[in-house]
């Protein structure tokens, strides 16, 4: 599995950007998908997830209410959109893929259980 993550750029505080994740290769559809974000000088973050059905999704508690996830499973693409983008939000945005099976709906929040990444887009939010 490949993932390819874009949709970053730079944007003044207030405003909005959606990324996206490309999945390709084999049972595409099996895998939950995060976002993780890593500014300079900082440990990689969680930021959210949506389970492979998109039945479940879920968010860092301080992200939640300005960033939404979403999955078409038709076009193999999760995005992201982020709203009222604060400086604050500037780093690297990476989508993270962990093959599940059906009825498990968990969203995993550490860096260990993803098997496959993306290569990450730049996000820069300026003052």
């Known amino acids: 599995v490949q993932l390819q993550a874009s949709g970053g750029g730079l944007v003044q505080a207030g405003g909005s950007l959606r990324l996206s994740c490309v999945i390709s290769g084999p049972s595409k559809s099996r895998y939950a998908v995060s976002w993780f974000r890593q500014a300079p000088g900082k440990e990689r973050e969680f930021v959210g997830g949506i389970s492979r059905s998109g039945g479940n999704i879920d968010y860092a508690d301080s992200l939640k209410g300005r960033f939404t996830i979403s999955r078409d499973n038709t076009k193999s693409t999760v995005y992201m959109q982020m709203n009222n983008l604060k400086p604050e939000d500037t780093a690297v945005y990476y989508c993270?893929?962990?093959?599940?099976?059906?009825?498990?709906?968990?969203?995993?929040?550490?860096?260990?259980?993803?098997?496959?990444w993306g290569q990450g887009t730049q996000v820069t939010v300026s003052s």
């Open positions: 993270a893929a962990k093959q599940t099976i059906l009825s498990v709906s968990y969203i995993y929040t550490d860096t260990p259980e993803y098997n496959y």
